[in-house]
C-alpha cells in the first residue's frame, strides 16, 4: 500500500503540512506531488488531497481515514 499513497500540496499550504505531519506521525509512507499541472489533469481545484489508490480524498476525509486507523 505505501507507493499507493499520494498528498497533492502546495509549498506554502498550512492544511498540507498538516496532513503530512499526521501521515508522518503514523510513519505511513507517502509520496508528494506538487505539480499543479498534474492535478489540473486529475481535477484537483484546492489542496491538500490525498491519493489512495487513485482514489482522491479532501482534507477533511484524509484526516477521517487517518483517524479511524484506515491507513495503518
Not at 499520494?6 to 503514523?26: H, R
Not at 505511513?28 to 489542496?47: A, G
Not at 488531497?49 to 495503518?72: H, P, R, T, Y
Given at each position: 500500500?505505501?507507493?499507493?499513497?499520494?498528498?497533492?500540496?502546495?509549498?506554502?499550504?498550512?492544511?498540507?503540512?498538516?496532513?503530512?505531519?499526521q501521515l508522518n506521525s503514523l510513519g505511513i509512507k507517502y509520496t508528494v506531488c506538487e505539480d499543479t499541472e498534474?492535478?489540473?489533469?486529475?481535477?484537483?481545484?484546492?489542496?491538500?488531497?490525498?491519493?489512495?489508490?487513485?482514489?482522491?480524498?479532501?482534507?477533511?476525509?484524509?484526516?477521517?481515514?487517518?483517524?479511524?486507523?484506515?491507513?495503518?
Amino acid at each position: 500500500m505505501e507507493d499507493s499513497i499520494k498528498v497533492y500540496s502546495l509549498p506554502s499550504c498550512g492544511m498540507c503540512k498538516m496532513l503530512k505531519q499526521q501521515l508522518n506521525s503514523l510513519g505511513i509512507k507517502y509520496t508528494v506531488c506538487e505539480d499543479t499541472e498534474e492535478m489540473r489533469k486529475v481535477n484537483i481545484t484546492s489542496v491538500p488531497v490525498l491519493s489512495i489508490n487513485g482514489e482522491l480524498f479532501s482534507f477533511k476525509d484524509a484526516l477521517k481515514k487517518i483517524k479511524q486507523g484506515e491507513l495503518k
